[in-house]
């Protein structure tokens, strides 16, 4: 998996994951929400349109994120879930706990 990473402003943060999210990918993700947190982005966005597949291992990553960047004061939003993934998202309830947004500029204009 292919992880990029564009600051959005000096709290926030866009990740953009492409390829698959499984078990053996997840760890990317998590160490750079870690990595990011640590830095003092706590507003992150991961835009999900460049995957193609999301496992348990990829879900549960998101979920961790969501918890390591409320901790430290923040939150973690989706966007841009491609069709096959936000199935997996709403078949898992997901969906509740994670917001889905239709692009990474907007996910934040809510406050």
Excluded at 6 to 17: R, S
Excluded at 64 to 82: E, V
Aim: negative net charge.
């Amino acid at each position: 998996m292919k992880l990029d990473v564009t600051p959005l402003d000096e709290a926030g943060a866009v990740i953009v994951p492409r390829g698959r999210l499984t078990l053996t990918t997840a760890p990317q993700l998590r160490d750079a929400v870690t990595d990011l947190v640590d830095a003092g982005r706590t507003r992150l966005v991961v835009d999900l349109g460049g995957l193609e597949f999301v496992d348990s291992s990829g879900l549960g990553a998101l979920v961790g994120g969501l918890r390591t960047t409320r901790a430290a004061g923040g939150d973690l939003r989706l966007a841009n879930a491609a069709p096959q993934v936000a199935t997996v998202l709403r078949l898992t309830n997901l969906d509740r706990v994670l917001r889905v947004h239709d692009d990474a500029a907007t996910a934040f204009s809510d406050g």
